[in-house]
């Protein structure tokens, strides 16, 4: 008598093992901690790992979170306090077993609290052992309270430029703006955990968009070819809205959260997703896409549209930008240096005068050689500064392009 075949069970989050993606979050120092014991009761098919130099803080993570405590012969076991530089140097001193603790990941998650000692000093060094091993990397990272005073506010902006140095992108948070989600009068704990949940709220969507299959598909190659590169500023949101104009209210309601000052500037490379229920139409996402694409109709876009019965009669949009402030302001100051340049040339060249001669026969001659002169500068003048305006078109066109794949624009964004 034959067997029936059974059925192969599915692993616990399948959707991120079937793709076979290694992403870990790593929370550093004590910030970082508090951070990572709020994304692991929501965030699956991730790893986590909590690393400082304060055995204290490793004590209260919560159980199946790996802990990393190093710097204990330096530290001995009690903290950097806010000294980031001695923190940096226990994070060198083992950055062996740093990277050992990292491991081969295809995308590594930092996440901490800035302007303090663990998360400041030895955060870029943990960035920098992501870089060695090439992998993906993203960090998310508050700024101190304005009442924490200058010199906190002066080591996490020191720490945010090292960091940027080594990862692919950085959201920056500061935590005056969780005063736009609370009372006054609310607690500082319960005021961190709402920021933390912020934060729980932006990975669970990411992750959801990369592993989740979907009428037009984004996976992890979609996400590691708008990430690729470094020192990349991150914008990344969602807005949800119902009713006749859902489309156009949902792109707005990105931008209208506490946690974000407008639209994003500057932007060079968009992944968004659409998730509607069965209703959800072509039109509707073709004004969601149109929209975005506002924000720079020249970025690469990558888009993804799913389908879900838990929002029949509503749309989500989950949107990321890209955007290389740093990198666009020397373009430009490079640029306006060469127009100057040029246009001084060009006038020098333009204002030449022909020596005066004493005799009236030659001031003759001498008025119709300058008036030869002023002729054929004429028209290299206005040809130079055509050129000028193309050079500048140029360079921007290989700004947009360089060392960026290309792939196709969706149709209904393609010039009419």
Same mark, same amino acid.
């Given at each position: 008598?034959?067997?029936?075949?059974?059925?192969?069970?599915? #692993?616990?989050?399948?959707?991120?093992?079937?793709?076979?993606?290694?992403?870990?979050?790593?929370?550093?120092?004590?910030?970082?901690?508090?951070?990572?014991?709020?994304?692991?009761?929501?965030?699956?098919?991730?790893? /986590?790992?909590? $690393?400082? *130099?304060?055995? $204290?803080?490793?004590?209260?993570?919560?159980?199946?979170?790996?802990?990393?405590? /190093?710097?204990?012969?330096?530290?001995?076991?009690?903290?950097?306090?806010?000294?980031?530089?001695?923190?940096?140097?226990?994070?060198?001193?083992?950055?062996?077993?740093?990277?050992?603790?990292?491991?081969?990941? @295809?995308?590594?998650?930092?996440? =901490?609290?800035?302007?303090?000692?663990?998360?400041?000093?030895?955060?870029?060094? +943990?960035?920098?052992?992501? *870089?060695e091993q090439k992998n993906i990397s993203i960090g998310i990272f508050t700024l101190p309270f304005l009442f924490e005073g200058e010199k906190k506010m002066k080591i996490a902006k020191k720490a945010l430029?090292?960091?940027?140095?080594?990862?692919?992108?950085?959201?920056?948070?500061?935590?005056?703006?969780?005063?736009?989600?609370?009372?006054?009068?609310?607690?500082?704990?319960?005021?961190?955990?709402?920021?933390?949940?912020?934060?729980?709220?932006?990975?669970?969507?990411?992750?959801?968009?990369?592993?989740?299959?979907?009428?037009?598909?984004?996976?992890?190659?979609?996400?590691?070819?708008?990430?690729?590169?470094?020192?990349?500023?991150? /914008? +990344?949101?969602?807005?949800?809205?119902?009713?006749?104009?859902r489309a156009e209210e949902a792109v707005k309601n990105i931008f209208q959260n506490p946690f974000c000052e407008g639209?994003?500037?500057?932007?060079?490379?968009?992944? +968004?997703?659409?998730?509607? =229920?069965?209703?959800?139409?072509?039109?509707?996402?073709?004004?969601?896409?149109?929209?975005?694409?506002?924000?720079?109709?020249?970025?690469?876009?990558?888009?993804?549209?799913?389908?879900?019965?838990?929002?029949?009669?509503?749309?989500?949009?989950?949107?990321?930008?890209?955007?290389?402030?740093?990198?666009?302001?020397?373009?430009?100051?490079?640029? *306006?240096?060469?127009?100057?340049?040029?246009?001084?040339?060009?006038?020098?060249?333009?204002?030449?005068?022909? #020596?005066?001669?004493?005799?009236?026969?030659?001031? =003759?001659?001498?008025?119709?050689?300058?008036?030869?002169?002023?002729?054929?500068?004429?028209?290299?003048?206005?040809? @130079?500064?055509?050129?000028?305006?193309?050079?500048?078109?140029?360079?921007?066109?290989?700004?947009?392009?360089?060392?960026?794949?290309?792939?196709?624009?969706?149709? +209904?964004?393609?010039?009419?």
């Open positions: 008598m034959s067997k029936k075949p059974t059925k192969p069970k599915k #692993p616990a989050n399948s959707s991120l093992q079937t793709r076979k993606v290694k992403i870990k979050v790593i929370g550093i120092g004590g910030g970082g901690a508090s951070i990572i014991s709020e994304l692991t009761p929501s965030l699956k098919g991730v790893s /986590f790992l909590v $690393a400082d *130099t304060d055995q $204290a803080v490793l004590k209260k993570v919560k159980k199946g979170v790996r802990t990393l405590q /190093f710097g204990e012969k330096t530290a001995g076991g009690m903290g950097t306090g806010m000294n980031p530089e001695l923190a940096q140097k226990v994070a060198i001193e083992e950055k062996e077993r740093i990277t050992r603790a990292i491991g081969e990941q @295809n995308l590594i998650i930092l996440v =901490g609290s800035l302007g303090g000692g663990v998360g400041s000093g030895a955060g870029p060094v +943990f960035a920098a052992c992501c *870089t430029v090292d960091l940027q140095d080594s990862l692919s992108g950085v959201i920056v948070v500061p935590n005056e703006k969780i005063l736009e989600l609370v009372d006054k009068k609310t607690p500082l704990k319960k005021s961190l955990s709402a920021l933390n949940q912020v934060f729980v709220g932006w990975l669970c969507d990411l992750m959801g968009v990369i592993s989740r299959p979907g009428l037009i598909n984004i996976d992890f190659a979609d996400l590691k070819t708008i990430l690729l590169g470094k020192g990349k500023i991150l /914008f +990344f949101g969602e807005g949800i809205a119902h009713g006749p104009n639209e994003p500037k500057r932007v060079k490379k968009m992944l +968004f997703n659409v998730t509607g =229920g069965k209703d959800l139409g072509l039109k509707e996402v073709e004004t969601v896409s149109n929209q975005i694409a506002k924000l720079n109709p020249k970025a690469k876009i990558i888009f993804g549209i799913s389908e879900d019965p838990t929002y029949n009669g509503k749309i989500k949009v989950t949107l990321l930008c890209v955007s290389d402030t740093e990198k666009s302001e020397k373009t430009e100051k490079k640029i *306006t240096q060469q127009k100057k340049k040029r246009t001084r040339r060009i006038n020098k060249e333009t204002k030449k005068q022909v #020596p005066k001669e004493e005799n009236k026969a030659e001031q =003759g001659e001498e008025k119709q050689q300058k008036e030869k002169i002023e002729n054929a500068t004429e028209n290299p003048t206005r040809r @130079n500064a055509l050129e000028i305006k193309k050079e500048e078109k140029e360079e921007k066109d290989r700004e947009w392009d360089n060392n960026n794949p290309d792939w196709d624009i969706p149709a +209904f964004l393609r010039e009419k």
